[in-house]
Structure formats: structure tokens, C-alpha cells
């Protein structure tokens, strides 16, 4: 009950997608692993370090105009893995999910090795192994752990 | 074996090993085969003239060839051409592919291109399990493999060997004590993999205390490059290196075992010791890549496939 009263700071969206309940703290990087940064146009909200009942202190993340596919939604749960995800259509939430951890990510992440052949110009997608606190080079083997949002790959 | 490709140590099962050395034994006591008409891809990215020597050697007495793409100055690939382009054209020349190249993770990127087997011959700072099918044959010769003490002293951060090795003991009932400088302690994944596999892990930075408790004592080289400062690396490197009168403490039938080549990390009147396996360690790597290939390789060569 809490939950929905604080997330009126934040405002409503007529179509698009709410992010709730991301670890408090990782709302930037959630846009960031999104590639979401208002240059397509979206309208964004953040919401960062409101109380929560599930979580004590939580972010949640609205963006106008823009639905997540599953794909999305998979590389999310490596920063947010308590996430829910609500696809809003003229003000109703039509669809209500939680993320799901996949067992691989690919093309998302560049590898932190700069001696891994994925890095090096070869025809292939980056690809990590997830594990359950990490990620890990499906070329190279080196664990990434912290600080994900800082190795999503740009083209 | 099971595998189409040998990339690293991690994919061989206590199974696999064990069956890899038995052949490695037939061969060892005279078993021949005859793959007249295999031929063995040699693409050595970096220079390893005794690992490229070894496999060469090991294919001939099979009674296969190898074609040999040269040096990287020599080969298409000083004009820029990619790996996986590389791999994928000498597939269609050899029936199987050794590759060793400087970066982690090439010889899987190899193996996503090409249908014939890929064998590992060291992928940078990775992995080398062919180095460390010998260096087990080597164990199990000389302590057996299970119910022992090994120490691994080093380079531990950079050298593949320990990595690949660290991790195939840990199918084995082996006690594993890791002796190295602060800054060339174990990379976090290998301890990961250590960890996940609940193996019997202790790390020292001195060898005197765990010395006396140990079967076999496995040392590597510490590398200058990995310095910035000379008298940095002239201070780590001498406080691990052993002679003579350093393994007074060790227990009489200790093996020494070191991947070659040494520099000064073993003194030379080691050699003259009972302790001293690494020039047995080296032989051991023809019978093994002859089982390993002959294992490996399509056909029916031998009773291994
Ligand atoms: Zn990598």
C-alpha cells in the first residue's frame, strides 16, 4: 500500500514500461544497460531511494513510449534481479512479469579482458555465462562481478 | 573421449583423464597405430617451438603428417586476416587443428568456426591442457593421484599451466597448496572454479613451512615483463627459487616437476637430485598428444575413439 502511494511521486504513464523494485542505487544503470537515455525521444522518470516494503529502499524507472522486449528484460536481471516489469497501454498496466535470470547473455556485455579475443575485431558476438553472483567469458573465462553497467558493449 | 574439441582443462572429467593416460601408457610401452592418411593443422600465432615440436612429433609416430602454417610474419595473417578465417581454411586442408595464439579464448573462438577437432596449445594467460594431460601422466607416474600433497609455486596470476592444472587436480583427491608473491596470487576465476569445486585449496607466500608436507612440488617461472621494476623482480624471483639445499627439508620422494623451459628458478644441482622429473615431465608430452590425437582424431586409427 505504501509501495503505490510513494510511486505517485512519480508520475503516471500513458503507454510504456515501469520498471519496479531495482536495488536502490542501480536505477542509472538500469537505463544504462538499456542503452535508454532520452535520446530516442522517451520520457523518463526515476524514482531512486523510495521506501519499499519488499525491499526497504527501492528505484523504479518509468519510460513513456517505449515497451521492453524479453531480450531486454533478460540482461536487466543481472543488475535487477528482483525487478517487475509492467507494460502500461493508455494508463492500465496490461502486462505484469518479473525478470528471470537467463543462462546467457550475448552481444550485451564487452568482455573487461583486453587480452580476450572477443575484443579483437574476430566475426563473433560478445557472450557471458551467467552465474549465480556474476558473469562469466564464454571465450576467456574472467568473472565480472561488480560494476556491469560499465562494460555494456557501444557500437 | 567425448569432446569434439580440447579447449580447456575444465571439460576433461576424472574419466577423461584417466583414459587419455592409460593410452598415453600404451603408446609409452610401444603401441603403434597407423593414421597414414590423418594430417595434423600446426597454427602457432606466437613462437613454442618445444610444444609445436612435441605435437609434430607425436602425430609423425602415429604415422599421420602435419602442414604447418608458418610464422605469423610469413602468413596471411600479418595482412590483417582474422582468426576465424584462419582456422577455417586450414580446416579444410588438415583433419585436425592445433592452435596456439596470444589471446584468452581463441582457441574456443576456433572451434566455433571449424568442424574438425581443436586442440589447445595455449591461449594466453588461459589455458593449456595438453600441458597439463602430461603434467598429470607425470604425477600419476611418480606420486600417483590421489591421496597427495602438491605444491605450485610461481607465477600463479599469469602462468596457464597452474590454471589448467589447479583445475583438473581438483578431480583427483588432491591436497593443493599455491606458493606465490602477493601480486601473483591465483586470478579470481580460477579460484572460482576452485571454490565451486570444493577442492582443498591453502595459498602461502613462503614455501619453507608447507615444503616438508608435500608429494610433488610444481614450479614455474616469473616472468621479468610482469614487473615494471627491476629490483622488484630480482626480489620476488630469488625468494622463489629452489636449489639443493633447499629441498633438504622436502621429504625423500618428493617429485619436482617445472612446464620448461626454466630460467633460474631451479638451480641446476637440483638436477643431479632424485627429485628432478621435468626432463621426464618434457618426454611424457609425445606418448600423451599421441593418445590425445589419436583419440581426437576421426577414423579408425586406433581402439581409443
Ligand atoms: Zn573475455
Given at each position: 500500500?505504501?509501495?503505490?502511494?510513494?510511486?505517485?511521486?512519480?508520475?503516471?504513464?500513458?503507454n510504456?514500461?515501469?520498471?519496479?523494485?531495482?536495488?536502490?542505487?542501480?536505477?542509472?544503470?538500469?537505463?544504462?544497460?538499456?542503452?535508454?537515455?532520452?535520446?530516442?525521444?522517451?520520457?523518463?522518470?526515476v524514482?531512486?531511494?523510495?521506501?519499499?516494503?519488499?525491499?526497504?529502499?527501492?528505484?523504479?524507472?518509468?519510460?513513456?513510449?517505449?515497451?521492453l522486449?524479453p531480450?531486454?528484460?533478460?540482461?536487466?536481471?543481472?543488475?535487477?534481479?528482483?525487478?517487475?516489469?509492467?507494460?502500461?497501454?493508455?494508463?492500465?498496466?496490461?502486462?505484469?512479469?518479473r525478470?528471470t535470470?537467463?543462462e546467457v547473455?550475448t552481444?550485451?556485455?564487452?568482455?573487461?579482458?583486453?587480452n580476450?579475443?572477443?575484443?579483437?575485431?574476430?566475426p563473433?558476438?560478445?557472450?557471458?555465462?551467467?552465474?549465480?553472483?556474476?558473469?562469466?567469458?564464454?571465450?576467456?573465462?574472467?568473472?565480472?562481478?561488480?560494476?556491469?553497467?560499465?562494460?555494456?558493449a557501444?557500437? | 573421449?567425448?569432446?569434439?574439441?580440447?579447449?580447456?582443462?575444465r571439460?576433461?572429467?576424472?574419466?577423461?583423464?584417466?583414459a587419455?593416460?592409460?593410452r598415453a601408457?600404451?603408446?609409452?610401452?610401444?603401441e603403434?597405430?597407423?593414421r597414414?592418411?590423418d594430417?595434423?593443422?600446426?597454427?602457432f600465432?606466437?613462437p613454442?617451438?618445444?610444444?609445436?615440436m612435441?605435437?609434430?612429433?607425436?602425430?609423425?609416430?602415429?604415422g599421420?603428417?602435419t602442414?604447418?602454417?608458418?610464422?605469423?610474419?610469413?602468413?596471411?595473417?600479418?595482412k590483417?586476416e582474422?582468426?576465424?578465417?584462419?582456422?577455417?581454411?586450414?580446416?579444410g586442408y588438415?583433419?585436425?587443428?592445433?592452435?596456439?595464439?596470444?589471446?584468452?579464448?581463441?582457441?574456443k573462438?576456433?572451434?566455433?568456426?571449424?568442424?574438425?577437432?581443436?586442440?589447445?596449445?595455449?591461449?594466453?594467460?588461459?589455458?593449456?591442457?595438453?600441458?597439463?594431460?602430461l603434467?598429470l601422466?607425470?604425477?600419476r607416474e611418480?606420486?600417483?593421484l590421489?591421496?597427495?600433497?602438491?605444491?605450485i609455486?610461481?607465477?600463479l596470476?599469469?602462468?596457464r599451466t597452474?590454471?589448467?592444472?589447479?583445475?583438473?587436480?581438483?578431480?583427483?583427491?588432491?591436497r593443493?597448496?599455491?606458493?606465490?608473491?602477493?601480486?601473483?596470487?591465483l586470478p579470481?576465476?580460477?579460484?572460482y572454479?576452485?571454490?565451486?569445486?570444493?577442492?582443498?585449496?591453502r595459498?602461502?607466500?613462503?614455501?619453507?613451512g608447507?615444503?616438508?608436507?608435500l608429494?610433488?612440488?610444481?614450479?614455474?617461472r616469473i616472468?621479468?615483463?610482469?614487473?615494471?621494476?627491476?629490483?622488484?623482480?630480482?626480489?620476488?624471483?630469488?625468494?622463489?627459487?629452489?636449489?639443493?639445499?633447499t629441498?633438504?627439508?622436502?621429504?625423500?620422494?618428493?617429485?619436482?616437476?617445472h612446464?620448461?623451459?626454466r630460467?633460474?628458478?631451479i638451480?641446476?644441482?637440483?638436477?643431479?637430485t632424485?627429485?628432478?622429473?621435468?626432463?621426464?615431465?618434457?618426454?611424457?608430452?609425445?606418448?600423451?598428444?599421441?593418445?590425445?590425437?589419436?583419440?581426437?582424431?576421426?577414423?579408425?586409427?586406433?581402439?581409443?575413439?
Amino acid at each position: 500500500m505504501s509501495d503505490s502511494n510513494q510511486e505517485l511521486r512519480v508520475s503516471k504513464i500513458k503507454n510504456g514500461t515501469v520498471i519496479d523494485h531495482i536495488a536502490a542505487g542501480q536505477a542509472l544503470n538500469v537505463l544504462a544497460i538499456l542503452g535508454i537515455d532520452g535520446s530516442g525521444g522517451e520520457e523518463i522518470s526515476v524514482g531512486m531511494n523510495v521506501p519499499s516494503d519488499r525491499l526497504g529502499r527501492k528505484d523504479i524507472v518509468k519510460v513513456e513510449g517505449r515497451e521492453l522486449s524479453p531480450a531486454e528484460v533478460d540482461v536487466l536481471s543481472l543488475i535487477a534481479p528482483a525487478a517487475s516489469i509492467n507494460i502500461v497501454r493508455e494508463y492500465d498496466v496490461v502486462e505484469k512479469s518479473r525478470v528471470t535470470r537467463p543462462e546467457v547473455v550475448t552481444g550485451i556485455l564487452s568482455c573487461p579482458n583486453a587480452n580476450c579475443i572477443s575484443t579483437e575485431g574476430e566475426p563473433v558476438e560478445s557472450r557471458f555465462d551467467v552465474l549465480d553472483d556474476a558473469v562469466r567469458c564464454g571465450y576467456c573465462d574472467t568473472i565480472l562481478r561488480e560494476d556491469l553497467a560499465e562494460h555494456i558493449a557501444t557500437d | 573421449m567425448r569432446h569434439d574439441h580440447l579447449i580447456s582443462a575444465r571439460q576433461l572429467s576424472r574419466g577423461d583423464v584417466e583414459a587419455v593416460l592409460d593410452r598415453a601408457a600404451e603408446f609409452d610401452a610401444g603401441e603403434r597405430v597407423a593414421r597414414d592418411d590423418d594430417l595434423l593443422g600446426l597454427l602457432f600465432f606466437e613462437p613454442s617451438t618445444r610444444t609445436k615440436m612435441s605435437f609434430d612429433t607425436a602425430m609423425k609416430r602415429l604415422g599421420g603428417d602435419t602442414v604447418d602454417m608458418g610464422t605469423v610474419e610469413s602468413s596471411s595473417v600479418k595482412k590483417g586476416e582474422s582468426l576465424a578465417d584462419t582456422v577455417r581454411v586450414v580446416a579444410g586442408y588438415a583433419d585436425a587443428l592445433v592452435l596456439r595464439h596470444p589471446s584468452e579464448g581463441a582457441a574456443k573462438l576456433a572451434s566455433e568456426f571449424v568442424d574438425v577437432p581443436v586442440i589447445n596449445a595455449g591461449d594466453g594467460a588461459g589455458q593449456h591442457p595438453t600441458q597439463t594431460l602430461l603434467d598429470l601422466y607425470t604425477i600419476r607416474e611418480n606420486a600417483g593421484l590421489d591421496d597427495i600433497t602438491v605444491g605450485i609455486m610461481g607465477d600463479l596470476k599469469y602462468g596457464r599451466t597452474v590454471h589448467s592444472l589447479a583445475g583438473a587436480l581438483t578431480e583427483f583427491d588432491v591436497r593443493q597448496h599455491f606458493i606465490s608473491p602477493e601480486s601473483l596470487r591465483l586470478p579470481k576465476n580460477v579460484r572460482y572454479d576452485l571454490h565451486e569445486a570444493g577442492a582443498d585449496v591453502r595459498e602461502h607466500t613462503e614455501l619453507g613451512g608447507v615444503l616438508p608436507e608435500l608429494d610433488v612440488l610444481y614450479v614455474t617461472r616469473i616472468q621479468r615483463e610482469r614487473f615494471p621494476d627491476e629490483n622488484e623482480y630480482r626480489q620476488v624471483a630469488g625468494e622463489y627459487r629452489i636449489d639443493a639445499e633447499t629441498l633438504d627439508a622436502a621429504r625423500d620422494d618428493l617429485t619436482v616437476m617445472h612446464p620448461l623451459p626454466r630460467v633460474d628458478e631451479i638451480a641446476p644441482d637440483v638436477d643431479e637430485t632424485e627429485y628432478a622429473t621435468y626432463f621426464d615431465q618434457a618426454h611424457n608430452g609425445v606418448p600423451v598428444r599421441m593418445a590425445l590425437l589419436d583419440m581426437m582424431l576421426p577414423g579408425d586409427g586406433g581402439d581409443g575413439r
